[in-house]
T-cell receptor, first 111, second 116 residues
Framework: NAGVTQTPKFQVLKTGQSMTLQCAQD?????MSWYRQDPGMGLRLIHY???????DQGEVPNGYNVSRSTTEDFPLRLLSAAPSQTSVYFC??????????FGQGTRLTVV | GNSVTQMEGPVTLSEEAFLTINCTYT??????LFWYVQYPGEGLQLLLK?????DKGSNKGFEATYRKETTSFHLEKGSVQVSDSAVYFC???????????????FGSGTQLTVLP
């Protein structure tokens, strides 16, 4: 019953460093998404994918890259971290006609 | 574009009190509506959903009715418990502009604390 697995759970970066947040799902879902959660702002969509090889931008894509080489994996890359990217990041997946399943989140602090 | 407006929190109630969390939405199409719950340190979990007007979603004593005429989806529970303490998010799902996927638009969340 793994569902959606995110790693790491916590991360501290220095400004300008790069890193990749990992997301994997074992439900064979076509749709995967990345959100960031900030106080008082709910969840905002960063990038999403409707299948392997297909990605698109969400509401707040600047500073983030994604790729979808397999159905299972949808990593989120920060190329040059900034303090404004301090947030909690959630990955989610959905199948056709199903609800969204969320990972447990990655708490990122950029100093 | 789509948007969801939620009652601002935090909300603090005593055990067995009645709960209402208001949610209204704006959408161009015919959205599905959801309530998600987030317990401390965890990701979001689906609490209930409704896919068309006048549908009532229910789960764990929580209910919400899809009201198209008032564009609302208010969450209610008749008697809350300490274990209901969490953040509650209202969300809608509609086709993105490309028509190729249904993405979720979330409200800002309402923190509920239930005291014994």
């Amino acid at each position: 019953n793994a569902g959606v697995t995110q790693t790491p759970k916590f991360q501290v970066l220095k400004t300008g460093q790069s890193m990749t947040l990992q997301c994997a799902q074992d439900m064979n879902h076509e749709y995967m998404s990345w959100y960031r959660q900030d106080p008082g702002m709910g969840l905002r969509l960063i990038h999403y994918s409707v299948g392997a090889g297909i990605t698109d931008q969400g509401e707040v894509p600047n500073g983030y890259n994604v790729s979808r080489s397999t159905t299972e994996d949808f990593p989120l890359r920060l190329l040059s971290a900034a303090p404004s990217q301090t947030s909690v990041y959630f990955c989610a997946s959905r199948g056709v006609g199903t609800e969204a399943f969320f990972g447990q989140g990655t708490r990122l602090t950029v100093v | 574009g789509n948007s969801v407006t939620q009652m601002e929190g935090p909300v603090t109630l005593s055990e067995e009190a009645f709960l209402t969390i208001n949610c209204t939405y704006t959408a161009t199409g015919y959205p599905s509506l959801f309530w998600y719950v987030q317990y401390p340190g965890e990701g979001l979990q689906l609490l209930l959903k409704a896919t068309k007007a006048d549908d009532k979603g229910s789960n764990k004593g929580f209910e919400a009715t899809y009201r198209k005429e008032t564009t609302s989806f208010h969450l209610e529970k008749g008697s809350v418990q300490v274990s209901d303490s969490a953040v509650y998010f209202c969300a809608l799902s509609d086709l993105v502009s490309s028509g190729s996927a249904r993405q979720l638009t979330f409200g800002s969340g309402t923190q509920l604390t239930v005291l014994p």
